[in-house]
Protein backbone atom coordinates (compact mmCIF):
# COMPACT_ATOMS: atom_id res chain seq x y z
CA UNK A 1 0.00 0.00 0.00
CA UNK A 2 2.82 2.41 0.69
CA UNK A 3 3.41 3.52 -2.77
CA UNK A 4 -0.01 4.16 -3.73
CA UNK A 5 -0.43 5.89 0.17
CA UNK A 6 2.77 7.94 -1.22
CA UNK A 7 1.07 8.68 -4.56
CA UNK A 8 -1.81 10.29 -3.09
CA UNK A 9 0.35 12.40 -0.61
CA UNK A 10 2.14 13.67 -3.41
CA UNK A 11 -0.72 14.24 -5.65
CA UNK A 12 -3.44 15.26 -3.20
CA UNK A 13 -3.35 18.87 -4.36
CA UNK A 14 -3.67 18.40 -7.74
CA UNK A 15 -7.03 15.94 -6.98
CA UNK A 16 -8.61 19.17 -5.25
CA UNK A 17 -7.78 21.94 -7.95
CA UNK A 18 -9.35 19.19 -10.72
CA UNK A 19 -12.44 18.36 -8.24
CA UNK A 20 -12.91 22.45 -8.23
CA UNK A 21 -13.33 21.99 -12.11
CA UNK A 22 -15.52 19.36 -12.01
CA UNK A 23 -17.89 21.47 -9.45
CA UNK A 24 -17.70 24.27 -11.28
CA UNK A 25 -19.78 22.40 -14.24
CA UNK A 26 -23.08 23.27 -13.70
CA UNK A 27 -24.87 20.15 -14.77
CA UNK A 28 -28.63 20.55 -13.32
CA UNK A 29 -30.00 17.76 -14.95
CA UNK A 30 -33.41 18.71 -14.00
CA UNK A 31 -32.89 22.63 -15.80
CA UNK A 32 -32.97 21.76 -19.89
CA UNK A 33 -30.84 25.04 -19.98
CA UNK A 34 -28.34 23.28 -18.72
CA UNK A 35 -28.28 20.37 -21.01
CA UNK A 36 -24.83 21.19 -22.58
CA UNK A 37 -23.05 21.59 -19.10
CA UNK A 38 -24.66 18.50 -18.08
CA UNK A 39 -22.86 16.76 -21.38
CA UNK A 40 -19.76 18.81 -20.91
CA UNK A 41 -19.35 16.86 -17.29
CA UNK A 42 -19.91 14.23 -19.14
CA UNK A 43 -16.82 14.51 -21.52
CA UNK A 44 -14.63 16.55 -18.81
CA UNK A 45 -15.34 13.01 -16.45
CA UNK A 46 -14.41 11.21 -19.66
CA UNK A 47 -11.06 12.71 -20.05
CA UNK A 48 -10.59 12.32 -16.42
CA UNK A 49 -11.12 8.63 -16.29
CA UNK A 50 -8.57 8.01 -19.20
CA UNK A 51 -5.80 10.14 -17.90
CA UNK A 52 -5.94 7.83 -14.53
CA UNK A 53 -5.64 4.88 -16.79
CA UNK A 54 -8.86 3.82 -17.95
CA UNK A 55 -10.90 2.86 -21.49
CA UNK A 56 -13.53 5.38 -20.88
CA UNK A 57 -16.50 6.76 -23.15
CA UNK A 58 -19.82 8.84 -23.10
CA UNK A 59 -22.45 6.31 -23.97
CA UNK A 60 -25.50 8.29 -25.57
CA UNK A 61 -29.05 7.57 -23.82
CA UNK A 62 -31.86 8.77 -24.98
CA UNK A 63 -31.42 11.87 -22.20
CA UNK A 64 -28.39 12.72 -20.55
CA UNK A 65 -25.48 10.43 -21.22
CA UNK A 66 -24.08 7.60 -19.36
CA UNK A 67 -19.80 7.98 -18.34
CA UNK A 68 -18.62 4.12 -18.74
CA UNK A 69 -14.72 3.27 -18.28
CA UNK A 70 -12.69 -0.03 -17.17
CA UNK A 71 -9.37 -1.66 -16.02
CA UNK A 72 -9.39 -5.00 -16.37
CA UNK A 73 -5.65 -5.97 -16.67
CA UNK A 74 -6.13 -7.61 -13.51
CA UNK A 75 -6.84 -10.68 -15.42
CA UNK A 76 -10.33 -12.93 -15.14
CA UNK A 77 -9.24 -14.48 -11.90
CA UNK A 78 -9.04 -11.47 -9.80
CA UNK A 79 -12.47 -9.69 -8.80
CA UNK A 80 -14.45 -6.84 -10.75
CA UNK A 81 -15.33 -4.09 -8.58
CA UNK A 82 -18.29 -1.93 -10.40
CA UNK A 83 -18.09 1.68 -9.25
CA UNK A 84 -21.20 3.96 -9.28
CA UNK A 85 -21.70 7.85 -8.47
CA UNK A 86 -23.85 10.43 -10.34
CA UNK A 87 -22.51 13.50 -11.95
CA UNK A 88 -25.36 15.85 -12.15
CA UNK A 89 -26.29 17.99 -9.58
CA UNK A 90 -29.56 19.81 -7.58
CA UNK A 91 -30.76 22.79 -8.91
CA UNK A 92 -29.42 25.83 -6.85
CA UNK A 93 -32.61 27.95 -5.89
CA UNK A 94 -33.34 30.00 -3.94
CA UNK A 95 -29.51 31.23 -5.05
CA UNK A 96 -29.76 34.16 -2.74
CA UNK A 97 -29.21 32.02 0.28
CA UNK A 98 -26.21 30.40 -0.80
CA UNK A 99 -22.79 32.14 0.89
CA UNK A 100 -20.92 32.33 -2.46
CA UNK A 101 -21.58 30.99 -5.42
CA UNK A 102 -23.09 27.61 -5.78
CA UNK A 103 -19.99 26.85 -8.97
CA UNK A 104 -17.40 28.18 -7.97
CA UNK A 105 -15.66 26.11 -5.04
CA UNK A 106 -14.70 27.88 -2.10
CA UNK A 107 -12.71 26.37 0.86
CA UNK A 108 -14.37 27.79 4.70
CA UNK A 109 -13.21 25.36 7.78
CA UNK A 110 -12.18 22.60 6.46
CA UNK A 111 -14.99 22.44 3.85
CA UNK A 112 -15.42 22.65 -0.05
CA UNK A 113 -18.48 24.43 -0.36
CA UNK A 114 -20.43 23.89 -3.73
CA UNK A 115 -22.88 22.49 -5.16
CA UNK A 116 -22.81 18.88 -5.67
CA UNK A 117 -19.79 18.28 -3.87
CA UNK A 118 -21.23 16.06 -1.47
CA UNK A 119 -23.71 14.47 -4.05
CA UNK A 120 -22.21 13.22 -5.87
CA UNK A 121 -19.20 15.12 -7.64
CA UNK A 122 -16.82 14.91 -4.66
CA UNK A 123 -17.40 10.77 -4.02
CA UNK A 124 -17.46 9.85 -7.34
CA UNK A 125 -14.42 11.82 -8.01
CA UNK A 126 -12.23 10.26 -5.06
CA UNK A 127 -13.16 6.79 -6.48
CA UNK A 128 -11.52 7.99 -10.00
CA UNK A 129 -8.58 9.14 -7.66
CA UNK A 130 -7.88 6.15 -6.19
CA UNK A 131 -7.99 4.26 -9.08
CA UNK A 132 -5.71 6.89 -10.73
CA UNK A 133 -3.40 6.25 -7.54
CA UNK A 134 -2.99 1.96 -7.80
CA UNK A 135 -2.17 2.55 -11.36
CA UNK A 136 0.19 5.34 -10.95
CA UNK A 137 2.07 4.17 -8.45
CA UNK A 138 2.43 0.39 -9.42
CA UNK A 139 0.85 0.39 -13.20
CA UNK A 140 -1.95 -2.40 -12.06
CA UNK A 141 -4.60 -2.98 -10.06
CA UNK A 142 -5.03 -5.96 -7.67
CA UNK A 143 -8.71 -5.99 -8.94
CA UNK A 144 -10.39 -5.48 -12.12
CA UNK A 145 -12.55 -2.22 -12.05
CA UNK A 146 -15.21 -0.54 -14.19
CA UNK A 147 -17.06 2.69 -13.91
CA UNK A 148 -20.09 3.93 -14.23
CA UNK A 149 -21.12 7.65 -14.07
CA UNK A 150 -25.14 8.92 -14.85
CA UNK A 151 -26.00 12.37 -15.60
CA UNK A 152 -30.04 11.45 -14.62
CA UNK A 153 -29.75 10.27 -10.57
CA UNK A 154 -31.71 13.80 -9.71
CA UNK A 155 -33.90 12.86 -12.05
CA UNK A 156 -34.93 9.62 -10.97
CA UNK A 157 -32.34 7.41 -13.31
CA UNK A 158 -35.22 7.25 -16.17
CA UNK A 159 -32.42 5.71 -18.85
CA UNK A 160 -30.29 4.31 -16.60
CA UNK A 161 -31.81 0.65 -15.66
CA UNK A 162 -32.20 -0.17 -19.61
CA UNK A 163 -28.53 1.11 -20.04
CA UNK A 164 -27.60 -1.34 -17.39
CA UNK A 165 -29.93 -4.13 -18.66
CA UNK A 166 -28.44 -3.91 -21.74
CA UNK A 167 -25.13 -3.65 -21.06
CA UNK A 168 -25.28 -6.54 -18.68
CA UNK A 169 -22.39 -8.51 -19.80
CA UNK A 170 -20.46 -5.57 -19.68
CA UNK A 171 -20.78 -4.70 -16.58
CA UNK A 172 -20.91 -7.64 -15.06
CA UNK A 173 -19.14 -7.58 -11.44
CA UNK A 174 -18.35 -9.07 -8.23
CA UNK A 175 -19.60 -6.22 -6.33
CA UNK A 176 -20.83 -2.67 -6.55
CA UNK A 177 -19.09 0.44 -4.72
CA UNK A 178 -21.24 3.25 -4.42
CA UNK A 179 -20.05 6.40 -2.35
CA UNK A 180 -23.37 8.93 -2.46
CA UNK A 181 -24.45 8.90 1.29
CA UNK A 182 -22.66 9.76 4.57
CA UNK A 183 -20.69 9.16 7.50
CA UNK A 184 -22.96 8.57 11.03
CA UNK A 185 -20.35 11.44 12.57
CA UNK A 186 -17.31 13.02 11.21
CA UNK A 187 -14.56 10.48 12.16
CA UNK A 188 -17.33 7.55 12.33
CA UNK A 189 -16.50 5.19 9.10
CA UNK A 190 -20.01 3.96 8.59
CA UNK A 191 -21.18 1.26 6.38
CA UNK A 192 -24.85 1.43 4.89
CA UNK A 193 -26.82 -1.19 5.32
CA UNK A 194 -30.81 0.25 4.29
CA UNK A 195 -32.09 2.96 2.04
CA UNK A 196 -35.56 3.81 1.21
CA UNK A 197 -37.59 3.71 -1.46
CA UNK A 198 -39.91 6.30 -3.43
CA UNK A 199 -43.15 6.57 -4.88
CA UNK A 200 -43.74 10.14 -5.75
CA UNK A 201 -46.72 11.61 -7.14
CA UNK A 202 -48.80 14.88 -7.97
CA UNK A 203 -51.94 15.32 -7.21
CA UNK A 204 -54.33 17.63 -9.12
CA UNK A 205 -58.03 18.94 -8.03
CA UNK A 206 -59.64 20.53 -10.26
CA UNK A 207 -63.08 22.40 -9.37
CA UNK A 208 -64.94 25.42 -11.69
CA UNK A 209 -63.78 25.85 -14.72
CA UNK A 210 -61.97 29.27 -14.03
CA UNK A 211 -61.02 31.23 -10.57
CA UNK A 212 -64.30 32.90 -9.34
CA UNK A 213 -65.10 36.01 -6.81
CA UNK A 214 -65.33 34.16 -3.31
CA UNK A 215 -67.75 36.17 -2.23
CA UNK A 216 -69.88 36.15 -5.32
CA UNK A 217 -69.44 31.96 -5.75
CA UNK A 218 -68.28 31.02 -1.93
CA UNK A 219 -70.20 28.95 -0.09
CA UNK A 220 -71.79 26.11 -3.02
CA UNK A 221 -68.64 25.53 -5.14
CA UNK A 222 -66.52 23.19 -3.51
CA UNK A 223 -62.80 25.28 -3.19
CA UNK A 224 -60.58 23.05 -4.45
CA UNK A 225 -57.76 24.35 -1.87
CA UNK A 226 -59.72 23.29 1.01
CA UNK A 227 -60.52 20.10 -0.61
CA UNK A 228 -56.52 19.34 -1.25
CA UNK A 229 -56.07 20.34 2.34
CA UNK A 230 -58.69 17.79 3.43
CA UNK A 231 -57.23 14.94 1.59
CA UNK A 232 -53.50 15.63 2.15
CA UNK A 233 -54.90 15.85 6.27
CA UNK A 234 -56.26 12.44 5.69
CA UNK A 235 -53.73 10.94 5.00
CA UNK A 236 -51.69 10.62 8.66
CA UNK A 237 -53.55 9.69 11.50
CA UNK A 238 -53.03 10.92 15.24
CA UNK A 239 -50.67 9.06 15.95
CA UNK A 240 -48.61 9.90 12.96
CA UNK A 241 -49.07 6.77 11.29
CA UNK A 242 -50.27 6.72 7.34
CA UNK A 243 -53.66 5.65 7.18
CA UNK A 244 -54.55 4.53 4.05
CA UNK A 245 -55.61 1.15 4.12
CA UNK A 246 -53.01 -1.74 3.14
CA UNK A 247 -50.11 1.03 3.93
CA UNK A 248 -48.64 -1.14 6.03
CA UNK A 249 -49.06 -4.28 5.00
CA UNK A 250 -45.65 -5.08 3.28
CA UNK A 251 -43.34 -3.35 5.86
CA UNK A 252 -41.30 -5.62 7.68
CA UNK A 253 -40.32 -4.43 10.96
CA UNK A 254 -36.90 -4.70 11.50
CA UNK A 255 -35.68 -7.30 14.33
CA UNK A 256 -34.65 -6.90 17.79
CA UNK A 257 -30.63 -7.07 17.09
CA UNK A 258 -31.18 -4.01 14.44
CA UNK A 259 -32.88 -2.30 16.76
CA UNK A 260 -30.73 -2.41 19.19
CA UNK A 261 -28.03 -1.60 17.63
CA UNK A 262 -29.52 1.50 16.30
CA UNK A 263 -30.28 2.55 19.46
CA UNK A 264 -26.73 2.12 20.49
CA UNK A 265 -25.68 4.22 17.90
CA UNK A 266 -24.86 7.59 19.60
CA UNK A 267 -26.84 9.78 18.52
CA UNK A 268 -27.65 13.23 19.49
CA UNK A 269 -31.07 14.20 19.52
CA UNK A 270 -30.71 18.13 20.77
CA UNK A 271 -28.14 18.49 18.31
CA UNK A 272 -29.88 17.33 15.65
CA UNK A 273 -32.73 19.51 16.53
CA UNK A 274 -30.62 22.59 16.66
CA UNK A 275 -28.63 21.88 13.82
CA UNK A 276 -32.18 22.02 11.36
CA UNK A 277 -34.06 24.68 13.58
CA UNK A 278 -36.77 23.25 15.49
CA UNK A 279 -37.69 22.98 19.40
CA UNK A 280 -39.72 19.64 18.53
CA UNK A 281 -39.82 16.31 16.70
CA UNK A 282 -42.97 14.74 15.71
CA UNK A 283 -43.91 11.44 13.13
CA UNK A 284 -44.87 7.92 14.07
CA UNK A 285 -45.41 7.22 17.74
CA UNK A 286 -43.27 4.31 19.36
CA UNK A 287 -39.73 4.56 17.31
CA UNK A 288 -36.99 6.69 18.14
CA UNK A 289 -35.47 9.54 15.72
CA UNK A 290 -33.16 7.38 13.81
CA UNK A 291 -35.67 4.65 13.02
CA UNK A 292 -38.23 7.07 11.68
CA UNK A 293 -35.63 8.21 9.54
CA UNK A 294 -34.10 4.89 8.44
CA UNK A 295 -36.59 1.86 8.94
CA UNK A 296 -39.87 3.84 9.02
CA UNK A 297 -42.05 4.86 5.62
CA UNK A 298 -43.42 8.03 5.58
CA UNK A 299 -45.56 10.13 3.56
CA UNK A 300 -44.63 14.17 2.76
CA UNK A 301 -46.22 16.93 1.03
CA UNK A 302 -43.11 18.04 -0.86
CA UNK A 303 -44.99 21.21 -2.77
CA UNK A 304 -48.21 22.97 -3.13
CA UNK A 305 -49.99 25.55 -5.41
CA UNK A 306 -52.97 27.09 -5.39
CA UNK A 307 -54.78 30.42 -5.79
CA UNK A 308 -53.66 33.93 -5.15
CA UNK A 309 -49.87 33.86 -3.88
CA UNK A 310 -49.06 37.48 -4.70
CA UNK A 311 -48.35 39.93 -2.42
CA UNK A 312 -51.46 41.42 -0.62
CA UNK A 313 -55.43 40.10 -0.68
CA UNK A 314 -57.09 38.70 -3.61
CA UNK A 315 -60.47 37.18 -2.84
CA UNK A 316 -60.57 34.15 -5.37
CA UNK A 317 -61.94 30.71 -5.30
CA UNK A 318 -59.54 29.36 -6.54
CA UNK A 319 -60.01 26.53 -9.52
CA UNK A 320 -57.68 24.34 -9.00
CA UNK A 321 -55.00 22.95 -6.63
CA UNK A 322 -52.26 20.90 -6.72
CA UNK A 323 -49.76 19.06 -4.51
CA UNK A 324 -46.49 17.07 -4.76
CA UNK A 325 -46.91 14.18 -2.36
CA UNK A 326 -44.15 11.69 -2.19
CA UNK A 327 -43.63 8.20 -0.07
CA UNK A 328 -40.17 7.30 1.04
CA UNK A 329 -40.93 3.27 1.32
CA UNK A 330 -38.88 0.31 3.65
CA UNK A 331 -38.81 -2.86 2.50
CA UNK A 332 -40.58 -4.50 1.46
CA UNK A 333 -42.93 -1.80 0.19
CA UNK A 334 -43.71 -1.70 -3.38
CA UNK A 335 -43.66 1.79 -5.25
CA UNK A 336 -46.37 0.42 -7.94
CA UNK A 337 -48.53 -1.17 -5.11
CA UNK A 338 -48.21 2.15 -2.94
CA UNK A 339 -49.67 4.18 -5.93
CA UNK A 340 -52.53 1.90 -5.97
CA UNK A 341 -52.97 2.34 -2.70
CA UNK A 342 -52.72 5.97 -2.71
CA UNK A 343 -55.02 6.65 -5.97
CA UNK A 344 -57.68 3.96 -4.00
CA UNK A 345 -57.38 6.30 -0.64
CA UNK A 346 -57.61 9.80 -3.08
CA UNK A 347 -60.30 8.78 -4.50
CA UNK A 348 -62.28 7.81 -1.49
CA UNK A 349 -61.61 11.46 0.65
CA UNK A 350 -62.20 13.59 -2.16
CA UNK A 351 -65.29 15.45 -1.64
CA UNK A 352 -68.02 15.58 -4.77
CA UNK A 353 -67.57 19.09 -6.43
CA UNK A 354 -64.18 18.61 -7.90
CA UNK A 355 -62.26 16.33 -9.91
CA UNK A 356 -58.81 14.82 -8.77
CA UNK A 357 -56.10 13.25 -10.64
CA UNK A 358 -52.69 11.64 -9.34
CA UNK A 359 -49.92 11.64 -11.80
CA UNK A 360 -46.90 9.48 -11.45
CA UNK A 361 -43.24 11.56 -11.05
CA UNK A 362 -41.08 8.66 -9.86
CA UNK A 363 -40.11 6.00 -7.82
CA UNK A 364 -37.90 2.98 -6.72
CA UNK A 365 -37.87 0.44 -4.25
CA UNK A 366 -36.23 0.00 -0.65
CA UNK A 367 -33.02 -1.70 -0.43
CA UNK A 368 -31.36 -3.37 2.50
CA UNK A 369 -27.88 -4.41 1.96
CA UNK A 370 -27.15 -8.17 1.90
CA UNK A 371 -22.99 -8.19 1.59
CA UNK A 372 -20.79 -11.92 1.45
CA UNK A 373 -18.77 -11.90 4.29
CA UNK A 374 -15.90 -11.48 1.90
CA UNK A 375 -16.89 -7.94 0.44
CA UNK A 376 -18.15 -6.88 4.30
CA UNK A 377 -14.34 -8.06 5.97
CA UNK A 378 -12.46 -5.94 2.85
CA UNK A 379 -14.48 -2.64 3.68
CA UNK A 380 -14.42 -3.35 8.03
CA UNK A 381 -10.57 -3.40 7.11
CA UNK A 382 -10.30 -0.50 4.50
CA UNK A 383 -12.04 1.69 6.61
CA UNK A 384 -10.32 0.96 9.93
CA UNK A 385 -7.20 1.35 8.19
CA UNK A 386 -7.68 4.63 6.87
CA UNK A 387 -10.11 6.09 9.86
CA UNK A 388 -7.83 4.39 12.74
CA UNK A 389 -11.23 3.00 14.27
CA UNK A 390 -13.75 0.44 13.04
CA UNK A 391 -16.92 0.92 11.23
CA UNK A 392 -20.55 1.30 12.58
CA UNK A 393 -23.49 0.30 10.34
CA UNK A 394 -26.29 2.75 9.49
CA UNK A 395 -28.94 3.20 7.94
CA UNK A 396 -30.14 6.01 5.85
CA UNK A 397 -33.74 7.54 4.65
CA UNK A 398 -32.86 8.94 1.50
CA UNK A 399 -33.12 6.85 -1.94
CA UNK A 400 -30.67 5.60 -4.56
CA UNK A 401 -33.11 3.42 -6.45
CA UNK A 402 -30.61 2.47 -9.20
CA UNK A 403 -28.49 0.51 -6.16
CA UNK A 404 -31.54 -2.92 -6.13
CA UNK A 405 -31.59 -2.35 -9.66
CA UNK A 406 -27.64 -3.63 -9.86
CA UNK A 407 -27.76 -5.92 -7.32
CA UNK A 408 -31.05 -7.46 -9.75
CA UNK A 409 -29.93 -7.17 -13.06
CA UNK A 410 -25.94 -8.06 -12.26
CA UNK A 411 -26.81 -10.52 -9.63
CA UNK A 412 -23.87 -8.85 -7.37
CA UNK A 413 -24.08 -7.27 -3.91
CA UNK A 414 -23.68 -3.48 -3.44
CA UNK A 415 -21.27 -1.80 -0.74
CA UNK A 416 -22.73 1.69 -0.04
CA UNK A 417 -19.45 3.52 2.02
CA UNK A 418 -20.12 7.63 1.67
CA UNK A 419 -18.28 10.38 3.33
CA UNK A 420 -20.25 13.21 3.71
CA UNK A 421 -20.94 14.56 6.87
CA UNK A 422 -24.71 14.92 8.72
CA UNK A 423 -25.58 18.59 7.81
CA UNK A 424 -23.66 19.14 4.42
CA UNK A 425 -26.56 20.59 3.54
CA UNK A 426 -27.86 18.10 0.67
CA UNK A 427 -30.36 19.55 -2.08
CA UNK A 428 -30.06 22.74 -0.06
CA UNK A 429 -27.64 26.15 -0.42
CA UNK A 430 -24.20 25.87 0.94
CA UNK A 431 -23.88 22.19 0.22
CA UNK A 432 -20.18 21.24 1.35
CA UNK A 433 -18.11 18.32 1.33
CA UNK A 434 -14.93 18.18 4.60
CA UNK A 435 -11.22 18.43 2.48
CA UNK A 436 -10.84 15.81 4.85
CA UNK A 437 -13.78 13.61 4.01
CA UNK A 438 -12.08 13.86 0.67
CA UNK A 439 -8.77 12.69 1.42
CA UNK A 440 -10.10 9.43 3.57
CA UNK A 441 -12.33 8.46 0.81
CA UNK A 442 -9.42 8.47 -1.87
CA UNK A 443 -7.49 6.66 1.18
CA UNK A 444 -10.38 4.20 2.02
CA UNK A 445 -11.30 2.85 -1.22
CA UNK A 446 -7.27 2.48 -2.54
CA UNK A 447 -6.81 0.22 0.47
CA UNK A 448 -10.31 -1.42 -0.40
CA UNK A 449 -9.00 -2.38 -3.16
CA UNK A 450 -5.65 -4.00 -1.93
CA UNK A 451 -7.82 -5.74 0.89
CA UNK A 452 -10.17 -7.40 -2.10
CA UNK A 453 -7.86 -8.09 -4.44
CA UNK A 454 -4.81 -9.28 -1.59
N1 LIG B 1 -27.30 10.88 -2.64
C1 LIG B 1 -28.72 11.03 -2.56
C2 LIG B 1 -29.42 10.01 -1.72
C3 LIG B 1 -28.94 9.93 -0.31
C4 LIG B 1 -28.90 11.03 0.49
C5 LIG B 1 -28.52 8.73 0.17
C6 LIG B 1 -28.44 10.93 1.77
C7 LIG B 1 -28.07 8.62 1.43
C8 LIG B 1 -28.00 9.74 2.24
C9 LIG B 1 -29.29 10.99 -3.95
O1 LIG B 1 -28.58 11.78 -4.85
C10 LIG B 1 -30.71 11.54 -3.90
O2 LIG B 1 -30.89 12.64 -3.52
N2 LIG B 1 -31.71 10.74 -4.28
C11 LIG B 1 -33.06 11.18 -4.35
C12 LIG B 1 -33.89 10.17 -5.07
C13 LIG B 1 -34.02 10.35 -6.54
C14 LIG B 1 -34.96 9.31 -7.10
C15 LIG B 1 -34.43 11.73 -6.95
C16 LIG B 1 -33.69 11.33 -2.99
O3 LIG B 1 -33.38 10.59 -2.06
O4 LIG B 1 -34.55 12.21 -2.87
ZN1 LIG C 1 -29.16 13.88 -4.45
Known amino acids: MSEV ?6 DLDRYREELFDFLRIPS ?59 YDVQPVEPLDEWESDPFEPVIRDGRIYARGTADDKG ?20 VNVKVIAEGEEEIGSPNLVPFV ?3 RERLAADAVVISDSGLFAPGIPSILYSLRGLAYFELHV ?27 ASLHDERGRIAIEGFYDDVVEWDEETRAEIRGLPFDEEGFMREIGVTALGGEEGYSTLEKRWS ?30 SFRLVPDQDPARVGELFRAHVERVTPPGVRVRVDELHGGRPWRARLDARLEQAARRALERAFGRPPVLVGEGGSIPIVGEFERVLE ?24 EAFELGIRTIATLYDELGG
Open 412 to 435: APALLIGFSYPGCNLHAPNEWFAV
Open 296 to 325: RPTCDVNGMLSGYTGEGAKTVLPARATAKV
Open 206 to 232: QGPDADLHSGVYGGPVVNPANALARIV
Open 5 to 10: AATIDR
Open 123 to 142: QLYLHVKAIEAHLKARGRLP
Open 28 to 86: ISAQSEHDADTRRAAEWLVERMREAGLEAEVCETPRHPVVYGEWLGAGPDAPTVLVYGH
Open 165 to 167: EAN
